[in-house]
């Protein structure tokens, strides 16, 4: 039977692009867009003490980077695990999760001794307890027979306002000198952060993400959903608990450093699929660390330089992520 | 060789399979039955989708519960009925992924030279390079099936494989399942709905019903009115044409009654 269909024209000029020319010229898109926003970020009206001025701007770009390729490359990895294109690590209430274990921490062994610790040592001390709080919490969730999806996210919902219902009680209780300084390690921003903290988190999401690339091609299988790539020989379990135990990571590590961003994954996500459709997860976490650092670097400099700091990143991050979730709503994504 | 020794399986206190015993010999096998009589389950079972509760299947002299799943993916294939896909994937990059388990995800010549192979046979090259997305329900099963070829093993196990199959289809299907056991040598298992498919392509039957193994056999046993009344509660003439036994349930008086 001869094909009709296939001598039909589909779509635009755009649409017969190869995934590979189409990878290709997205990539260096956005690599050259993220150079020269970086670039900007650091040279726009420089004044005063040079050195001091980049290295403090360094540090500034160096936190906002990082967090940017944490939460994108996480919020990849765990939707494809979870089987869906809705739920991210901090709709599912990771980040308020962090925010009540280092509120728990300075609760039971009070501010000063807790924040009289070392930085590095404190930090491996939360993401430790993070990562199996976590495991704890979604584990049974996502590797048992998968519910239904609306399900998951309001368990989601509700387990985000939990933790943030007792993180604020917990505050109350405390003595208000302790209350002060748990709100300066919690309320961090890219406009303080410290260069061992730095540092250590860098180590550590590099070393995340080095596994989540080797597990590129077994995330590519998990996509075609679980019977499959139980079929083709994935270990369905062990490769969600290791997810999930790498997005625990490298949520608790971004917000560590920046704070909680609720909708900034989903949309750098959603926006990696619009642009490179067809493409496996070693292209899509390319296009997905290059967009999130794009995308929170230009922010940042509108914020900062642009409005004269008239309003914070997150709220422009969280308008625009926040819309996006309703779209992909409205879309019928949630079936 | 598939071994099914005293298999259960239940959720929430209901039995959906209950204590099964069975050899499944090499050639075509059909698992037929009516409507939740655990025939999917069962299969999935096979195939350790689902950890069984208790007993032991073993195929290929592999225990299913302790081989590495890796291991078993070049034994064993399963294609379940529902198949859904959140990558956007073109029908080639699809059937590569029946190579995963040989290579992982470095295809090499020779896995390339099987994913033609398996397109070939499925009458897919000349769709090779649509996304799934583009496809009819029948061509994308036919892509699925391709997947399952290209992983090359001794068995396959196919959950209703004639879903979405227009009668064309449906018997070429069933005439490629007759190619791989005849001339590749393996073992196919699939769960059927339609009786007289099952009767005229499989060398023999597995009748399940409420869970449990009614009866197993060629069809020249089990195609026997008296039999497939003890598997479907009703009275199905049996006719032989052509030298085929064939049932006529569309006339059976009780076949209109729903209980």
Known sequence: ?????????????????????????????????????????????????????????????????????????????????????????????MDALYALLQTVMVFSLG??????????????????????FSLLLYRWMFTSKPGALHLMLLVGIVLATLFRGVTALLGKLLEPSEYTQLQDLSFASFNRVDPTLLAVAALIIAASIAVLWR?????????????????????????????????????GTSTALVGPIT??????????????????????????ALLGTLVLVAGQFVVEQLSGNSTTLSVVVEFAGGIVFILLLLKGALK | MISIENVSQSYDAEVVVDNVSAQIGPGLTSIIGPNGAGKSTLLGLIARLQPLQSGRVSVGGLDVSSTPSKQLARTLAILRQENQVSLRLRVRDLVTFGRFPHTGGHPTSEDRAHVEAALERLDLTSLADRYLDQLSGGQRQRAFIAMVLA???????????????????????????????????????VVMHDINFASSYSDSLLAL??????????????????????????????????GTRLGLYFGSPQGARIS
């Open chain 1, 263 to 288: 909708f900034f994954g989903l949309l750098v996500v959603s926006l990696a699929y619009q642009l490179v459709p067809g493409a496996g997860h070693g292209r899509l976490v390319v296009i997905s």
């Open chain 1, 1 to 93: 039977m001869p094909d009709l269909l296939s001598h039909a024209p589909s779509g635009t000029a755009r649409a017969h692009l190869s995934p590979e020319a189409r990878f290709r010229r997205w990539a260096i898109g956005l690599g050259v867009a993220t150079v020269l926003a970086i670039a900007l970020f650091l040279t726009w009206s420089l004044l005063g003490n040079l050195a001091f001025a980049l290295t403090l701007r360094g540090t500034r770009i160096g936190a906002i980077i990082l967090c940017a390729i944490a939460i994108s490359v996480s919020t990849l990895a765990f939707q494809t695990v979870t089987a869906n294109r809705i739920l991210t690590p901090s709709i599912m209430g």
């Open chain 1, 215 to 251: 597990l590129r091609h077994t995330l590519d299988v998990m996509a075609l959903g679980r019977d499959t790539a139980v079929s083709l020989g994935v270990d369905h379990r062990r490769v969600t608990t290791m997810v999930l135990a790498l997005s625990a990571v490298l949520v």
């Open chain 2, 151 to 189: 992983q090359d093993t001794d068995y396959v196990l196919l959950d209703e494989p004639l879903n979405n199959l227009d009668m064309k289809h449906s018997v070429a299907m069933m005439q490629l399942m007759r190619t791989l056991v005849d001339e590749d040598g393996k073992t196919v298992v």
């Open chain 2, 209 to 242: 019903k409420r869970g449990a193994l009614v009866a197993h056999g060629s069809p020249e046993q089990i195609m026997d009115t008296d039999v497939l009344e003890s598997v479907y509660d009703m009275r199905i003439p049996i006719h032989e044409v052509d």
């Open chain 1, 111 to 132: 501010a000063t001794a807790w924040i009289t610790t070392p930085e590095p040592v404190r930090f491996v001390v939360e993401l430790a307890l993070m990562v199996g």
